[in-house]
């Protein structure tokens, strides 16, 4: 009883360590379970020019602002030997002396995670923003009676504000506007008569994620909290808009260019899209927030043997399909993992071939050692003559195969002749002692396991997943030692047994 209570524990830890891993990757890093899945990646770059004054040069440009619906890929900057650095959310470049025109270019690339609500890091709104005096006083409480006086809820209020902003009937908005330029822009005026309203608010700049656009300049629409939530609103329309695609550049008084030693400065921006595979996507976000499960991965090993993992991290599915086949069905093999190396030797040819390889190696392998038998030989020496038969069969068909004017018979050399040769010297000694319907039969489940166990390795969908998601493999640790604790009847013996079963 102590047994099956650890035996249960350890199962139910191996998988909720195993799916959980593989959830997060899949939820918060962007790992995609389906292997062809693509995404739309953006590509902002960003112009500064201006004109340095010949002596010491400071550059700083407000960043876009994180939020946990973008995922950024990579972050570069090409400029004329400044030195780099990031503080408070801006970038800064430095440089001890320049003279003349001046030109850097900085560029993001991000993605839009799947199943991710647009929600934006919050920060502070300013408070105490100026107050209207004298004329501009009444004109804007008359404003905010008529936007306010028919209630509802801030966005409604809000919409009603900017509508009578943009109307040129309203004698006070115009009024108000004409003297925007006191509270900043429109936009601070808008801010500061949403708060005369009592409705919080803050201004934000960015720019549309749309094909194709270059030389844009930043957008400035309101956000208005409502309850909750805060709204996105354009104040040239009064309309609410989706921001699924817009990438929030400055909040509030931002400054996005601070130049000293230099003058003119102007930012131009220019957005491109591109697709790309979701993991490759993911992979990159990972080692760009250097995410542990990124950077103690395969991942950060070189290509040439992420492809070797590949391969390897295949091999505990087909040790898998083995124990379902022989503790489950009943199936018979010859050797426990002999049909795992045949699988992979299969991947190398073909099904067909590879089969057909399989079956004229062994076949002339056991004339040839029936042979031997009759010699008397000792173990050793019996096992190094086979060896050597195996290595003469590879040559033979090798060479038969290239004058017959077909290539695949090359393809034997990937049988590991070790391992054939002890093949052969077990079915061997199997027909000696019990039959040769019992090779046949060891044989053939060879065959079968391995066939199956190719497939599974071929499958796009399962190499996808153990290489994207190599903590799976603990879930099916933990399902090889549950059907390990299983002794009930195979497949194969409920025939054999039925008698017993019904008594």
């Known amino acids: 009883m102590k047994n099956k209570i650890q035996l249960t524990i350890i199962v139910l830890v191996l998988i909720t360590v195993g799916a959980g891993a593989a959830i997060y990757k899949n939820r918060v890093l962007g790992f995609s379970f389906l292997p ?28 876009p602002d994180e939020n946990d619906s973008m995922a950024v890929l990579d972050v570069k900057s090409v400029d004329q030997d400044y030195s780099q650095g990031h503080e408070n959310g801006r970038l800064i470049w430095k440089k001890e002396t320049a003279q003349g025109p001046q030109k850097i270019f900085f560029r993001t690339t991000s993605y839009r995670k799947q199943n991710k609500e647009i929600t934006f890091n919050p920060k502070p709104v300013k408070q105490g923003l100026p107050f209207f005096e004298d004329a501009l006083k009444e004109a804007a409480d008359q404003v905010v009676t008529e936007a306010a006086g028919q209630g509802g809820s801030a966005a409604e209020i809000t919409i009603r504000l900017l509508t009578l ?12 506007l004409s003297q925007a330029d006191e509270y900043g822009d429109k936009l601070n005026l808008a801010r500061r008569l949403l708060q005369l309203a009592g409705i919080q608010s803050r201004a934000i ?14 957008k400035g629409y309101l956000e208005v909290k409502d309850n909750n939530n805060w709204i996105f609103i ?66 950060s090993l070189p290509v040439a043997d992420q492809n070797t993992f590949k391969l390897l991290l295949l091999i505990p599915i087909g040790a898998l399909i083995i124990v379902i086949l022989r503790n489950l069905v009943g199936i018979a093999t010859s050797g426990t993992f ?90 061997s000694i199997l027909w000696e002692e019990e039959s040769p319907k019992d090779v046949f039969i060891q ?61």
């Open 36 to 63: 062809d899945q693509h995404k739309k990646v953006w590509t902002v770059e960003a112009v500064i020019t201006f004109e340095a004054d010949d002596g010491p040069v400071t550059v700083s440009m407000n960043t």
């Open 205 to 218: 700049k960015g720019l549309w994620l749309e094909e194709e656009r270059r030389n844009q300049k930043l």
């Open 443 to 503: 044989g053939g489940g060879s065959l079968f396991a391995a066939s199956l166990i190719y497939l599974a390795m071929e499958n796009k969908y399962i190499g996808h997943l153990t290489y994207s998601f190599p903590e799976l493999l603990l879930v099916v640790l933990a399902v090889i030692i549950m059907i390990g604790s299983y002794s009930g009847y195979r497949l194969t013996e409920l025939r054999r047994f039925e008698p017993l079963v019904k008594e």
């Open 234 to 299: 354009n104040p040239r329309t009064a309309e609410i808009e989706n921001r699924a695609d817009f990438l929030v550049w400055q909040h509030n008084d931002e400054s996005l260019l601070e130049i000293t030693g230099g003058s003119g400065g102007k930012v131009s921006f220019s957005v491109l899209s591109s697709s790309v595979l979701a993991k490759r996507a993911a992979v990159e976000h990972g080692k760009f927030e250097k995410n542990a499960l990124i950077d103690f991965s395969i991942y």
């Open 338 to 427: 002999m049909p795992i190396l045949i699988a992979m030797v299969l991947l190398q040819t073909s099904l067909l071939t590879g089969i057909c390889l399989f079956l004229t190696v062994v076949s002339v392998g056991l004339v040839l050692r029936s042979y031997l038998s009759h010699l008397n030989l000792l173990l050793v020496p019996r096992i190094s003559a086979v060896l050597v038969f195996v290595i003469i069969i590879y040559v033979v068909i090798s060479v038969i195969s290239i004058k017959m004017g077909f290539e695949a018979g090359l393809k034997v050399t990937f049988f590991p002749m070790i391992i054939i040769s002890w093949t052969i010297e077990r079915m």
């Open 165 to 176: 902003l943009n109307s040129p009937d309203n004698t006070n908005a115009k009024y108000l």
